[in-house]
C-alpha cells in the first residue's frame, strides 16, 4: 500500500509558477513509478508526466513540455511538479499516482490539489 499525499496548489497569474509536491508513505517508494494526472472541469483525467523509480526515465504530454519538469528525491519519498509558464488551460486539479516500476497501471492516487490559473 501507497498512501499519497500532495500539495502545492493554488491560484496564480497566467504566466507564473507553482510547484506541486507529492509525498508518500512507502518505505520502497524507489521501487515505484510516478506520475502527475490532471483533471478539468467537464473533461476526462489526463496524464501530464511520469517518472521512473531511478528517476532515469520521463515523459510529458505535448502541451507541457518545456514548461513542467517533474522530479523525485527517493530519500525524502517525495516527488515535485515544477509548472512555469502557466497559462489558463493549465487549471485542474492535479493528482499524483503511484504504480509498480516493473509495470502496471497506476493503483494509488493522492487526493488532489487544485491549481487555477488566472487569465
Known amino acids: 500500500q501507497v498512501q499519497l499525499v500532495e500539495f502545492g496548489g493554488g491560484l496564480v497569474q497566467t504566466g507564473g509558477s507553482l510547484r506541486l509536491s507529492c509525498a508518500a508513505s512507502?518505505?520502497?517508494?524507489?521501487?515505484?513509478?510516478m506520475a502527475w494526472f490532471r483533471q478539468a472541469p467537464g473533461k476526462e483525467r489526463e496524464f501530464v508526466a511520469s517518472?521512473?523509480?531511478?528517476?532515469?526515465?520521463?515523459y510529458y504530454v505535448d502541451s507541457v513540455k518545456g514548461r513542467f519538469t517533474i522530479s523525485r528525491d527517493n530519500a525524502k519519498k517525495t516527488v515535485h511538479l515544477q509548472m512555469n509558464s502557466l497559462k489558463p488551460e493549465d487549471t485542474a486539479a492535479y493528482y499524483c499516482?503511484?504504480?509498480?516500476?516493473?509495470?502496471?497501471?497506476?493503483?494509488?492516487w493522492g487526493q488532489g490539489t487544485q491549481v487555477t490559473v488566472s487569465s
Open positions: 499516482a503511484a504504480a509498480p516500476d516493473t509495470g502496471g497501471s497506476y493503483a494509488y
Open positions: 517518472i521512473r523509480g531511478n528517476g532515469g526515465i520521463i
Open positions: 512507502s518505505r520502497t517508494f524507489s521501487t515505484y513509478r
